[in-house]
């Protein structure tokens, strides 16, 4: 008996934006199936390791196209659907990509649809009825689920006993507003085409029956219609930008093109490609404590792992991407890949590739390296803090702040370099934003002497420089706690005798203004303005601040 459901609302403003599409490119169905036969394929190999019930096959996807009845199957032989997984997977968006797609469709941000990964649902932009049939290894029964892509689903219970999944494609036969034919989809051409186009490197064979014309006879002959060698196999001269793009694009679920591409292949005692990518922007996840960093690792184009931690330390948790290694057993369960001392080489080299490529970039591409800065950089300052400042040295050539003196960012090497000789400190002021920081009084003597001041208007910027202390021996001094070393002795012998002689007045004031200070002196270090607020050694006001504001 075949039960109906009801998709979830986000699956019916998905679903109803696939029938009703916007969307011209509707030929990336056929890309979104097979990637997703591809997908699952991965998953019943890397299951078939640790789990002898799931048997191994001769891993292969099929496209079956029949032009009289108007159908178009895709079919895998990848792990299937079980019935509680047809419901959450194709009855709910549950799925990253596709929530995100949804989002930015409801900014009408359209023009970047045809980039995106739409996922299943997509099948819907061409057919009248999209029919699932599956098997899972985990039940005992097959599961088809039908739907016609408006509110509503059914599933039921078949008889099935290879494990894997078929997707039939009824296709639609007019689409009135773009007058298109989507028999089209049951061409040999066109199919051949479109799998050479988008899935020409998914590394499971792409097959189809072609006929062959022999002297008036003619036969069926199985053909591999992809090449099926990675993009990362390929020579990197050989790989075009666009192909690159578009395969960061797919593979990793963005809109945009990659900031910059790392293809780096090793050879001799460990052996290994990895293809590297850091995001234009912060993936909109980035922030929660949902987003999950990691590269997926493959041994010889075999997939065996989406999201390895272990390859990419927190501090560059942003950058997406993969590593394939021959070195690898095949065989390697996820417990023992943690401890695997080949994959910690693998880390430890890439970690120093991502470094040196940004330092080249911040040196000989100013304005690519500001564009990832102002994306990552908190990342990296926090990288700086963690740990008690374990990776210091490693992230403190990486950091750039604005100052009183230039829009431009520097170094603190670039600082450095530049300061007078005789002056003995790393000067940096803090506040909100960059305005209220030129206008603090306590500026005024910097600003006379010339000094050029660091401008830290991050939360996080102050903590960091607490394990910092300083850069290459030359302290970090915050202009805005304790005695400035700027005013000379006789300066602070002066001051002294004011002090002493307007000790009543500085006692009334402070007695005025009770436990809200600590002390009550004059100053040198002012020009324009009267008073100013001064902290102590120890926490600066602003990290007391923000101390007050976080959750005990
Ligand atoms: P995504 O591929 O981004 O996860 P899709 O909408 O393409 O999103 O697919 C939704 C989910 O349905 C997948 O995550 C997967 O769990 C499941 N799925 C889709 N196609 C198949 C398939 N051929 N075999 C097994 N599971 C599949
Ligand atoms: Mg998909």
Redesign the pocket.
């Known amino acids: 008996m075949a039960k109906t459901k009801q998709f979830k609302t986000e699956s019916q403003k998905l679903l109803h934006l696939m029938t009703h599409s916007i969307y011209t490119q509707k030929e990336i169905f056929l890309r979104?199936?097979i990637?997703?036969?591809s997908?699952?394929i991965d998953?019943r190999h890397y299951l078939s390791l640790t789990d002898s019930s799931i048997p191994t096959d001769t891993y292969e996807i099929w496209l079956t196209p029949n032009a009289k009845d108007r159908t178009l199957v895709?079919a895998?032989n990848?792990?299937?659907?079980t019935e509680k997984?047809l419901i959450?997977?194709?009855g709910t968006?549950?799925?990253?990509?596709?929530k995100s797609f949804l989002e930015k469709i409801e900014q009408k941000d359209v023009d970047i649809i045809g980039q995106f990964?739409?996922?299943?649902?997509?099948a819907f932009m061409v057919s009248d009825k999209v029919i699932?049939e599956?098997k899972?290894p985990y039940s005992n029964t097959g599961y088809r689920w039908s739907s016609k892509g408006e509110s509503s689903y059914t599933i039921e219970e078949i008889e099935r006993e290879e494990i894997?999944?078929t997707?039939i494609l009824q296709l639609r036969d007019d689409d009135e507003e773009n007058e298109e034919d989507f028999t089209k989809f049951t061409s040999e051409y066109t199919l051949k085409s479109l799998v050479k186009k988008y899935s020409d490197y998914v590394r499971y064979p792409i097959n189809m029956m072609i006929e062959k014309k022999e002297k008036e006879k003619s036969t069926q002959v199985k053909e591999t219609l992809n090449q099926m060698t990675p993009i990362w196999k390929r020579s990197k001269q050989d790989i075009k930008p666009e192909d690159m793009n578009q395969f960061y694009k797919h593979q990793f679920?963005d809109f945009e093109d990659p900031l910059k591409v790392i293809h780096t292949n090793v050879e001799g005692m460990l052996t290994y490609t990895a293809l590297l990518f850091i995001p234009k922007k912060p993936a909109f996840d980035f922030y929660s404590e949902h987003y999950e960093k990691g590269l997926q690792l493959y041994t010889k184009g075999v997939f065996i792992q989406d999201k390895n931690k272990e390859l990419i330390p927190d501090y560059f948790k942003f950058v997406k991407g993969l590593v394939d290694s021959a070195d690898l057993s095949l065989n390697i369960s996820r417990e023992m890949l943690q401890h695997d001392r080949q994959l910690k080489k693998i880390a430890s080299h890439l970690e120093k590739k991502i470094k040196s490529e940004l330092e080249n970039m911040m040196l000989h591409d100013r304005d690519q390296y500001i564009e990832f800065y102002e994306a990552y950089k908190t990342t990296l300052k926090y990288g700086i803090y963690d740990q008690y400042g374990l990776n210091k040295e490693k992230l403190q050539d990486l950091i750039m702040f604005q100052t009183n003196k230039s829009d431009d960012y520097i170094s603190f090497k670039d600082y450095i370099e530049r300061k007078p000789e005789e002056q003995k400190a790393i000067y940096y002021a803090t506040g909100k934003t960059k305005q209220s920081i030129l206008s603090l009084p306590q500026m005024d003597i910097m600003k006379e002497n010339g000094y050029e001041v660091l401008l830290f208007t991050e939360d996080i910027d102050e903590f960091m420089i607490q394990v910092l202390q300083n850069y290459q021996d030359v302290p970090f001094k915050s202009v805005q706690q304790g005695e400035s070393d700027l005013i000379d002795d006789t300066k602070k012998e002066d001051l002294k005798e004011k002090e002493k002689e307007n000790k009543d007045i500085l006692k009334a004031i402070k007695k005025a203004l009770k436990e809200k200070v600590k002390d009550v002196k004059l100053s040198a270090r002012l020009k324009e303005s009267a008073v100013c607020l001064v902290s102590g050694e120890g926490l600066s006001l602003e990290m007391e601040k923000i101390l007050k504001q976080m959750p005990n």
């Open positions: 979104e199936l990637s997703n036969a997908d699952a998953k895709v895998d990848g792990i299937g659907f997984e959450e997977n194709l968006i549950a799925q990253s990509g596709s990964g739409v996922g299943f649902y997509s699932v599956t899972s894997g999944t997707i679920n």
